[in-house]
């Protein structure tokens, strides 16, 4: 990836990727022109990335955790961004624009994530670490409340009688809370990766369509053979298309914003179960599904996905037709059902 950027070069203004294998996870940044630098998440440590960059030292005499174009510091004391008299080299706040850095949605997203991985509050949302080490073993359950947060419990929280949903809420002053769910995400997933098992079954994304508050995270098996009819329908220009599940979840979530404090309950109480189960399930399904796998010869191999593309689909399917039930609720016909 380096390679490409140095060579190629990136147009976009800077951007954060993941790259993760069931032992270890990278950060790479991505800065617009050719430069790029590299972090590897330590093993016992969580990271979040905001929509800034959060790398912050860089010791690239430590290959086995940095790696970066060769002109990263030299580049930016070129451009006088950097004073190596001020102190150490600190990435993000060197290489992050005045204004990206100084965001308060940014902060509070950044903020808020580590504040619920690790129990602590942070005074400082302008000086927070790359990496922290949480405070519990964490489940896939722990990330997709992160990955839900609004601030609740905190200052910053929704408060209703501002507006209709926490995702469009702004203080009195006018300012806007940036949630770390928010109205513009488009999914939510958290991939599981694990080394003990086949790919197939050992690799899971677990996916929320549309705003995961909202939604319910459905584990896709790494192994399908096939994606269920609905979820491969979304034309951009086909809006409201009853038999896309892009379209549906996006209607559904945008009439529970119509009116989130009554309508989040509701949809909370199917998905909440939904899930439940799910998680309940997944040591006997993927116990199945390894004794299906047997010696990893090519006959057991395809019966072990064909039976976890048979789950993975019913449970998308499932809920889809949920998200259906929730729109002829609050807006009946929407999908062409007649009484």
Known sequence: MGEFVEQLGYTDSGRTYTIADPKEVWLFSAVAGKHWVAQR??????????????IRQVNLSDTANFLACPDLIQHAIDKGW???????????????????????????????????????????????????????????????????????????????TLSSSPHSYRLPDGTSIRTICTGSTQESFVMQLRSYMPSSI???????????????????????????????????????????????????????????????GTVREVWDKMEAQAFARQDNTERTALTLYGKGDEHHQYLARKFLTQYTEGLALKAYRKALEFIELWEPGWAGVED
Request: glycine share 6%; proline share 9%.
């Open 202 to 264: 050992g690799n899971v994304y677990w996916r929320a369509q549309c705003r995961p508050c909202e939604s319910a995270f459905i584990p896709w098996y790494s192994g399908i053979l096939k994606v269920a009819e609905p979820y491969t329908i979304g034309e951009p220009g086909v809006p409201d298309n009853p038999e896309s599940a892009y379209w549906t979840f996006q209607k559904m979530c945008q009439l529970v914003d119509a009116d989130y404090a009554n309508r989040i």
């Open 82 to 160: 950097y004073d190596p008299a001020s102190g150490p080299f600190d990435f993000a706040k060197v290489y992050n624009t005045t204004s990206t850095q100084a965001s308060l949605g940014n902060k509070l997203r950044h903020w808020g994530a580590l504040r619920l991985l690790t129990g602590i509050e942070y005074p400082e949302m302008s000086d927070l670490p790359f990496s922290v080490k949480p405070n519990r073993l964490l489940s896939v359950e722990d990330i997709t409340e992160v990955l839900r947060c609004h601030y609740e419990g905190t200052v910053w929280q929704w408060n209703p």
């Open 41 to 54: 998440v330590p093993d016992d440590e969580v990271a979040f990335i905001p929509n800034y960059y959060t």
